[in-house]
């Protein structure tokens, strides 16, 4: 008999090796994750614009102070930080199961037999419980402990880099839309001198009322232009004071185009320098899967999926608890002593599931499942990555070639303004040319400068997708 139970014991831990495997990532990230686009691939360099902390990326020390101050005060990163807390103390009590547990149960008796005497009995004991880890069930669950700690740990750096990327875009449309106000303030100033000569004109008998009308309304909706875009600029102080945690106050900021993104030896148009994509360096493809905290995210949330696996085929496998007690006591079975004596005890327990009512199958494929979702859903999120570098690089591109396109226009339409607005003091042009004129060239003006702020979004846009701002 001790000999079949010693055979029976060595199969089982044999069998139960396998539950201490280690978790392998082997799904393979698809081919050409960014794309077959030849521009991008021109692009891509050994180093990447991700590995540059936030702070060499953006140079702008009043957007870095911001930032700052977001990072230090921002409710929804201190949620994700809070959770980190939480998934540690989870792993130090995962860990701690290995130890045995220790109690102190005193109990106390009083009985009397047919009202005889009173016999008084008592202990006093410190009992112990150590469960042994032979199929890795304490293993298993402290590693699945370990990866929701990672994955914890990169939901806040993905909260972290998703603050920092609305932190700056909201900075940058500040920019621009103090930018588009100092160009609907210097139109406003035209507009009035246009309407100030064709008012002269009219009293001169030289023009009509209908054109002084004409000019007039075209000024009042600068006017009305000019309120919306402070409106604008309010809204997105508000938003910014939100990430702050802070009430509504005016944001302090620099111009547009006094501080480059991530590139300051770019040569040029100053405004062009915020978004030259021959200045963009994407990376290699394996380079943003060690970056992106969404993918490591993903990766992790696999690997305790494959744990939280092993700890459900390991309840199949017998449990082995060893427990104890050592006391003082005063009641030896049926005898009372006085004074009491010390009393010592010691238990194993082996727990062999045979017929858990389908729990244990259920739960086992349950976790498989889970696993092969998992894993499907990695493959998912390197496709939703490929895809986000895919669509930055194209904004930057596209905002690279319409900025020269923006900026030949404005030149353009703004010669031609001078010229019609000197015909029609020479009587040689009628207001309805002026006002074409006027109105085409503040368009071209408002669109260059939205068109700036789209492509500086693009290149914030990419910095996170490849996974930038983390450090």
Known sequence: MRKNIILIFATLTLMGCGMYNKYEQNIPAPANVFGT?????????EASIAQMSWREFFTDPLLQQLIEQVLANNTDLNSARIAVEKSEASLKAARQAYLPALYFAPQGTIASFDLGAVSKTYDLPLQLSMDIDVFGSITNKKHAAEAVLLQAQMQQEAVRANLISTTAQ????LQVLDLQLEILTMTDSLWNTSLETEKALWENGKAYSTAVNQMEASYLSI???IVDN???????ENAICKLLGVTPQRINRQKWGSSVLHHAEAMGDEMQRMFDTKYLKIGV???MLENRPDIRMANHAMEEAF???MAARSAFYPSI????SAGWTNSGGGLVVDPGKLLLSALASLTQPIFARGKLVANKKIAMLTEEDLQKKYVQTVINAGNQVNEAMTDCQAAREKHQYFTRQVEVLHEAYKGTHELMDNGKASYLEVLTAQESLLDAQLAQAMNMYEASEAVVALYIALGGGSE
């Not at 686009?37 to 360099?45: C, N, P, V």
Request: charged fraction near 20%.
């Open 37 to 45: 686009s030849q521009d991008i691939k021109s692009a891509t360099g």
């Open 321 to 324: 608890t060893l427990s104890g």
């Open 307 to 309: 744990y939280n696996t």
């Open 170 to 173: 909201q900075y940058f449309l």
């Open 285 to 287: 493809p394996a380079m």
């Open 230 to 236: 402070r409106r604008s600029i309010r809204s997105v």
């Open 223 to 225: 006017k009305t232009q």
